[in-house]
């Protein structure tokens, strides 16, 4: 480095020697340059070069790294493209699920819903027809119940033991239906 700065101080001398200006009203005179100037130019320019050969290495190697590391980055690009694809199937897959089910959950409701519709139903009829059953067997079999006599058994037109066992039906009807008892 001290050669460099040494011949750039000798190349300014020389440019301000060459140059046709005035300085304080006279020419400069103008010094041709000599084989010693030449020589000095030359290893000068033969360091530069060296110097400037050893930045053209030390860039090749810095693109060369940089050419890796862009090769690198976009591999993983590439890897986490291919997983971001991957996890967004699985997403839609279980965003189709999900409406699956809620679906599925939805249906199942309004079924359910129906049915519990259909169970209340059953049962209001099925208390119609027990309150139905009472209003109009009770009496009767009360009435049945009230006119059982000795003299009835006697003319039961298949005996007394058959008679016996129509009214056991008869009171196990009453019974079975909760009637009330009959008032006067």
Same mark, same amino acid.
């Given at each position: 480095? %001290? !050669?460099?700065?040494? #011949?750039?101080?000798? @190349?300014?001398? =020389?440019?301000? *020697? +060459?140059?046709?200006?005035? $300085? ?22 033969? %360091? !530069?070069?060296?110097? #400037?050969?050893?930045? @053209?290495?030390? =860039?090749?190697? *810095? +693109?060369?790294?940089?050419? $890796? ?23 839609? !897959? ?91």
């Amino acid at each position: 480095m %001290d !050669r460099l700065t040494e #011949l750039d101080t000798y @190349v300014t001398t =020389l440019q301000t *020697a +060459v140059d046709d200006r005035h $300085e304080g009203g006279r020419q400069v005179i103008k010094k041709e340059p000599t084989h010693q100037d030449h020589q000095m130019a030359d290893e000068v320019l033969a %360091d !530069r070069a060296d110097q #400037l050969g050893a930045a @053209v290495q030390s =860039l090749r190697a *810095a +693109v060369a790294s940089l050419d $890796e590391r862009a090769s690198h980055i976009e591999t993983t690009a590439t890897a986490a493209d291919t997983r971001v694809s991957e996890v967004a199937k699985s997403n839609k !897959r279980a965003v189709i699920a999900i409406v699956v089910l809620v679906v599925i959950v939805i249906v199942g409701g309004w079924l359910l819903r129906q049915n519990q519709q259909h169970i209340e139903e059953i049962r209001a009829l099925q208390q119609q027809g027990i309150s139905l059953r009472q209003d109009t067997l009770c009496p009767i079999l009360q009435a049945a119940l009230a006119n059982d006599s000795p003299e009835a058994r006697a003319r039961f037109a298949q005996g007394p033991v058959a008679h016996d066992m129509f009214v056991a039906r008869i009171k196990h009807g009453v019974d079975a239906m909760h009637c009330a008892p009959l008032t006067n």
